[in-house]
């Protein structure tokens, strides 16, 4: 049982329209109730209502805050505890002042998560929703917020939990048959877990299809823009970033620094980044500049090259173009509305004709084709609508390959006829890596781990 009450800022800090300080435990409105002054003393407010009135000083009555105080009495909470949540004006003084007297009380600061982590521990929701939340947060594109929101629903929950059933079951089966071994029957239950371990497989299956999309969904495309210098690099980041992010002028190595940008195209995410030209160069600065567009190269998921349509392609391209090979790439020619000199068959030995967008990023000319040829590269196009149950998470896809290669053995075994109460403890693995995953068998030190990714005050 949790006895102790926390409180922290829930909004971002700084000035604002409005703070909300979180208070949760079963001291939260007690404890609060001592500090605020209202028509009605909050320990007699009725639960999810509004309260105004003053934060006070206790010993002296001095107004501190001017504040709205809510009221919501567990189990009908975020953590299921009794919360009081109080919103202030959104200042820093004016924050400090109502946490330092919170803190004055038999209240502690909550850390990181703890609110969530409440909210598991007791069993509101379970850790694969929990987890969501932090996704919530931190989704790039509406997509990945939809596929998040539907996850604290419950979404992935509910199919771990279905093969779980079925492994249950499996194992119920199982007992009965170690407590009656008899000859034929023996052969009958390794009939049955194989075809138990075949269909809780298929199902993890289905979910492990789901992970490439899914760990796009929830990180964008890490999209690296190169070339050689000038060729127009920053001009595109800042097109498909409809803003001037990036510095361009027409000297060559303008961007010395790699500059980051999230966009989505046709709702799919992108981590879009400008490079150094790559030359040689005996520049310190766009030395290093050119190391980590090189990197940037390496670790991309979509490279984008841009070329110079009105001069010939350089050798330091052609060594580009041979590193491509095999990677998700496309080549943009830009610079088409001048006298065109690259000679476009060059290109089709490294390139289909599908993956070359000619473009005149100064003219705002091509971009849609651009912008159509990402899409698509990835999920053919467009993302399916309709079911929003990805997995991306990647403790989440280790336990499930986990499980997958404990049911494997499990099949395995029953079909080698090795004796049942072996090939259980395989089954009873893979119910408890998939239980891992929503929390059911976790280790304190995971759950310490993964909450304090939140932010303070969630
Ligand atoms: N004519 C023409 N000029 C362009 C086009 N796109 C970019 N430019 C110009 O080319 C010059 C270089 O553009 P940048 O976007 O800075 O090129 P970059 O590849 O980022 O260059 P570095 O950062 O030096 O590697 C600028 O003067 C741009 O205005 C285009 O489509 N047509
Ligand atoms: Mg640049």
Known sequence: MISDTIAAVSTALGEGGIAIIRVSGPQAIPEVAKLFRS??????????????GYIIQPETGEQMEEVLVTVMKGPRSFTTEDVVEISAHGGVISVRRV???????????????????????NGRIDLSQAEAVIDLIRSKSDRAFSVALKQVGGSLSQRIQALRHTLIETMAHIEVNIDYPEHDVEALTAEFIKDKSREVMEGIDKLLKTAGEGKILREGITTAIVGRPNVGKSSLLNALARDNKAIVTDIPGTTRDVIEEYVTINNIPLKLLDTAGIRETMDIVEKIGVERSKAA??????????LNASEELHEDELALMEQIHGRQALVIMNKMDLPPRLDKRKLLHFFNEDSIVPMSVLEEEGLDKLEEAISALFFGGKLESGDLTYVSNVRHIA???KARKSLQDAYEAADMLVPIDMIQIDVRL?????????????????????????????
């Open 430 to 458: 893979a119910w408890e890596q998939l239980g891992e995953i929503i929390g059911d068998t976790a280790a304190d030190s995971l759950l310490d781990q993964i909450f304090s990714q939140f932010c303070l005050g969630k």
């Open 297 to 306: 190269f390496s670790e991309a998921d979509l490279i984008l090259l841009v």
């Open 99 to 121: 946490m330092d007297l919170l803190l004055q009380q038999d209240i502690r600061l909550a850390e990181p998560g703890e609110f969530t982590k409440r909210a598991f521990l």
């Open 399 to 401: 336990l499930l390959k």
């Open 39 to 52: 028509r009605i003393p909050l320990t007699e407010a009725e639960s999810h209502t509004v309260h105004y």
